[in-house]
């Protein structure tokens, strides 16, 4: 198989894995009656930074550790793929503002679907925690990509 072929299949892989990472991403965050997710109709929101996630910490012993680690850890491992799987399949998209810029975009959209639609609340410590979770998935491409590069030259 030519390196062309190989490349044309990787991407095609990547953008698989992209569509199913977004279909993941909105039936978590959006329809997931698991997580919350039934649609009361109530406006919720957080605007004060960190406030959310104190709680979280302050309340940990009440709230059970599975409970405080999806909201946490879920929300900064959920965004890994977008800032993982975005820069293989634009190069335009391989810096790290380009990939922070686009998943805070990413999550605001989240945010204000989820306060209009009742199925989440609008909360500023999301985006916060989405955004790292973009960033951090930046720099495991750019860990994989490194080895990528390092291993082809042998």
């Not at 039934?38 to 979280?56: A, P």
């Not at 709230?63 to 975005?86: D, K, Q, R, S, Y």
């Amino acid at each position: 198989m030519s390196y062309q072929s190989k490349n044309k299949m990787g991407r095609a892989v990547c953008w698989l894995l992209f569509l199913c990472y977004i279909a993941a991403l909105v039936y978590f965050l959006f329809f997931s009656e698991a997580h919350g997710r039934t649609g009361d109709g109530r406006f919720r929101y957080n605007l004060v930074l960190f406030q959310e996630i104190f709680r979280f910490i302050k309340y940990r012993a009440i709230l059970e550790t599975e409970t405080v680690v999806l909201n946490l850890a879920g929300n900064v491992i959920g965004f890994m793929p977008f800032g993982f799987l975005l820069p293989l399949l634009s190069e335009k998209e391989r810096r790290l503002l380009m990939i922070v810029l686009l998943t805070f975009e990413l999550s605001l959209v989240v945010e204000v679907l989820q306060l209009f639609t009742g199925r989440g609340s609008f909360d500023v410590d999301d985006l916060m925690l989405n955004t790292l979770g973009g960033a951090l998935g930046y720099g495991c491409y750019c860990v994989f990509a490194r080895l990528s590069r390092s291993g082809s030259r042998r």
